[in-house]
Each structure stands twice: as structure tokens, then as C-alpha cells.
């Protein structure tokens, strides 16, 4: 790592926040905050992990405030509106619809984005119809219960869910997806016991590492990070449990098989382990995950890869929210054919303000290094893509700027311009650029796009 380049991208970011504003793998998660969620969420975050998260109060829709004056004897009504009743026990059905539409005045002839993901077109998308099946498990009780989950994903973002073996070959091929921009993906499939003080999941679920997650409505922004889409996983196969140590620790261990797989050429078994602690006004999270995983260049290759993400939330007050994120990660062996190994690390930051009730403001700053061009690539398999599999050794910068309006407890609207810029070489094809269908070192988008929750 160069320590000289980390200092230098924190100082930056430091003084964002100090100056009074906030893989082809895929992974992460949102957290309970101290107040009501922005966006509303049933109990548990769409990816169903503990602390720390985006989102901030839900506004108060006047059907929900005259709901709660009104007299004890009278019914209350269910705010937000529901396709399907939800019950207090048993198997409820839920979920919610995304899609928006990506500006870039560049208007490259292919329409990619270059490596942004997951608006990584330049059109209107149908990201996520989204639909989760669940039976939660009551953590109120000493007993040992059980429950269960299902999240069915169609849309454009199918393609970066996928776990390899499950909705794809051994070798990567679609199983039952036949188009490059549309498809399905079942990103969570699992059992759950637990009580008051533990949870266990067996099956297929989100990862508990880093901060940004796949569903919609667990996100701020539009557009994800790089450190969100090339240096994290999305999911696993295995067992998760969390162990609430004290009030304030919670404490994460897992064995999984590796990153995004159900079954590959190789099944290894990976070590997840990490705590969540929480404050008063603040939330800091931190796992790790260590186990072979496939080099670049070759999937039947198989090497040690660690991997370790940090995640810090402060609620500043009740309209301002700060977060600190680093991930690091390295790999054996794994430096496109070359007996060197590879690093990939960075630091993201976020600032979001509360206007009012419908409003919200937010300010995301990433610096990603790719160091030696493993990881960061186009990702949708279409001939048209003219990065797909290419990589880039170098720093990745980009700056998000949004506004999020709530007009009611069903309905988010989020508008964002986004700058990326990039710093470095790409190892494959000399010469060639991220952005730009390969011509240009930086680009700027413009975006919106719509949750509504059923």
C-alpha cells in the first residue's frame, strides 16, 4: 500500500467533512439508526443486517399523523400501503419496484458508463422488481424459533447478484438468464433460528461486510461505489450467526463458501468474523472475511484472499449524519498471470442532511485503488462493451452529490450528479481509458430514479 497516496486521499476527504458538508465480485448492508429509517424498511434492513446504515427518519404522512391521535378505540390504518396484508406472525409477502434514467453528456456509442455500476447505462433501466418472502424470527423471546427468507430480484441489476453454480454454470455461463440487460436473480434463499440474544442463518444470504447494499431502498444514491462492486462480495452460501455479547457488542462469525458461489471448480470454506458496536450517537462496524478464492485471469487457479472493511456512523444530531468507510484486501498470487500478489483498498465518506420531513440532502467521496488491475472491469457480458474484461491499475476517484424527496411513506424520488475520474494504467490493453467507450479518464452523469414500495 502507498501510504503517501492513503494519506493524502484521507486528508482530502477529511476536509470535506471538516468543511461543514458528509468483481467481479459484488456485497453490503444498511443499519438501524437512532431515529426512524428515511426509507421505510420492515424491522430488519433489506439485506437483514445489524448496524450501521444509510437512512434516517421516515417522514409522518398526514394519514399516519391523524392515525396517531386518533382515539384507542379506533382502528388504526397501515401507513405505507401494502400490497398484501402484513402480519404480526407467520410468512409475510413485500417488496418494492426501481428504475430510473442516467444522463452522460459524453453519449458514448456503446451507452456504457464505463465501470459505474449499477446505472451502468446511459438510458432508462428497470433496475429492481423486487419481492421478499419472509417469516422473521421473534427476538423478544427467550425460546429458540425459526423463520426464513426469499428475495426474488428482476431487472438490470440481476447481472451483478448472480452467485456462480446457482444462476450461472461452473463456468460462469447463465443458467435460466438469457439476456445481457434483463433477467432474475434469487440473491437470499435462507432458514433462520435464533432469540433475544442469537441468530442463525443456513443458505444463501447478503454479505455482512461494508456498507452499501443491493436493494434499492437501503441506498442513498442511485449509482454505487467501487469499493461497493469490485472490492467486496454480495453474497454466500453457508452459515451466518450473530451473538449479542452485551448491549452495546454484537459479535459476526460465519463459514461460507467464499465469495458469490454456491458451487465452483473449487469449494473452500471461508472465515467470516467481526463485531458491531453501538453508542449512544454512533455505530462502528468491523468483519473480515479470509479463504481461497480464484485469481483473475484464471478460475481454476485458487489462492488465499483476506479481505477487512470498517464502517463508522456518527449521527452528528438529528439532521446531520457522517460515515467512514475502508476496506483492504489482498490475494496470493493473483496478479494476472505473475507470481505477485494483488492489492485492492480505499475510503469512502458520506455526509447526509435532513432538510425537512421530505427532503434530504447527501454527498458521497470514494477514492478506490485498484493496484494492480484485478479487480475493477465492465461487468455486463455484452459484445457491445468495449471494457469487458479489461483492467486498470490506478486510483479511482468519484464524487456523488443527491437530493432524496419522500412525498409519502411509499414513494422516494433520488436525483444525483455524479464525477469519476481515473488515475493510472490499464495493464491489458495499453492506452485504453475506463471512460468514454475507452477514450476518456474521467466522465460526468447525471441520474434519476424512483422507489415505490408494495
Not at 295 to 300: K, N, S
Request: charged fraction near 15%; charge should be negative; proline fraction near 6%.
Amino acid at each position: 500500500m502507498k501510504l503517501s497516496k492513503l494519506a493524502f486521499a484521507m486528508a482530502i476527504a477529511w476536509g470535506i467533512y471538516t468543511g461543514n458538508a458528509s468483481a467481479q465480485t459484488y456485497g453490503q448492508q444498511p443499519v438501524r439508526q437512532v431515529s426512524n429509517d428515511y426509507f421505510y424498511q420492515p424491522e430488519q434492513s433489506p439485506s437483514d443486517k445489524p448496524p450501521p446504515a444509510p437512512m434516517v427518519e421516515t417522514p409522518m404522512a398526514p394519514a399516519a399523523a391523524a392515525v396517531a391521535e386518533a382515539p384507542a378505540e379506533e382502528e388504526a390504518t397501515c401507513d405505507p400501503w401494502h400490497l398484501f396484508c402484513q402480519k404480526e406472525c407467520g410468512w409475510n409477502l413485500y417488496g418494492f419496484v426501481n428504475g430510473g434514467i442516467t444522463g452522460n453528456p459524453d453519449s458514448p456509442p456503446s451507452r456504457y458508463n464505463g465501470p459505474v455500476t449499477f446505472n451502468d447505462r446511459n438510458e432508462a433501466m428497470l433496475n429492481q422488481f423486487y419481492a421478499i418472502g419472509e417469516k422473521k424470527i421473534d427476538r423478544e423471546s427467550c425460546c429458540w424459533n425459526w423463520g426464513g427468507r426469499i428475495d426474488v430480484l428482476y431487472g438490470t441489476d440481476y447481472i451483478f447478484t448472480q452467485s456462480n453454480g446457482w444462476e450461472t454454470d461452473l463456468a460462469g455461463a447463465p443458467k435460466w438468464n438469457g439476456s445481457p440487460f434483463y433477467g432474475l436473480a434469487i440473491p437470499q434463499l435462507y432458514a433462520e433460528v435464533g432469540n433475544v440474544n442469537n441468530s442463525i442463518k443456513i443458505g444463501h444470504f447478503y454479505t455482512p461486510i461494508g456498507y452499501e447494499v443491493v436493494p434499492a431502498n437501503g441506498n442513498f444514491f442511485y449509482s454505487h461505489a467501487y469499493t461497493m462492486q469490485y472490492g467486496e462480495p454480495f453474497t454466500h452460501w453457508g452459515a451466518l450467526g450473530a451473538y449479542k455479547w452485551s448491549d452495546e457488542i454484537t459479535l459476526n462469525y460465519g463459514l461460507v463458501n467464499g465469495w458469490d458461489a454456491f458451487n465452483r471448480v473449487r469449494d473452500d470454506a471461508s472465515v467470516i468474523a467481526g463485531f458491531v458496536w453501538t453508542g449512544e450517537q454512533d455505530t462502528l462496524a468491523f468483519n473480515i472475511i479470509y479463504g481461497n478464492e480464484p485469481v483473475a485471469d484464471d478460475v481454476t487457479v485458487y489462492t488465499k484472499r483476506y479481505m477487512h472493511s470498517l464502517v463508522y456512523t456518527y449521527n452528528i444530531n438529528t439532521c446531520w449524519q457522517y460515515i467512514f468507510q475502508h476496506d483492504y484486501a489482498s490475494q496470493l498470487n493473483a496478479n494476472r498471470g505473475q507470481a505477485l500478489s494483488a492489492e485492492w483498498y480505499g475510503i469512502n465518506q458520506y455526509l447526509f442532511y435532513k432538510i425537512n420531513d421530505c427532503w434530504k440532502a447527501g454527498i458521497r467521496g470514494e477514492w478506490f485503488r485498484d493496484d494492480d488491475g484485478v479487480r475493477v472491469t465492465g461487468l455486463r457480458p455484452d459484445a457491445g462493451n468495449p471494457i469487458l474484461g479489461q483492467g486498470f491499475a490506478g486510483n479511482f476517484y468519484d464524487v456523488a452529490v443527491g437530493l432524496n424527496w419522500t412525498p409519502s411513506a411509499n414513494l422516494t424520488v433520488r436525483g444525483e450528479i455524479r464525477y469519476d475520474k481515473f488515475d493510472g494504467v490499464s495493464p491489458t490493453t495499453p492506452g485504453l481509458e475506463p471512460y468514454g467507450d475507452g477514450t476518456r479518464s474521467d466522465q460526468t452523469l447525471f441520474a434519476l430514479d424512483f422507489i415505490y414500495l408494495w
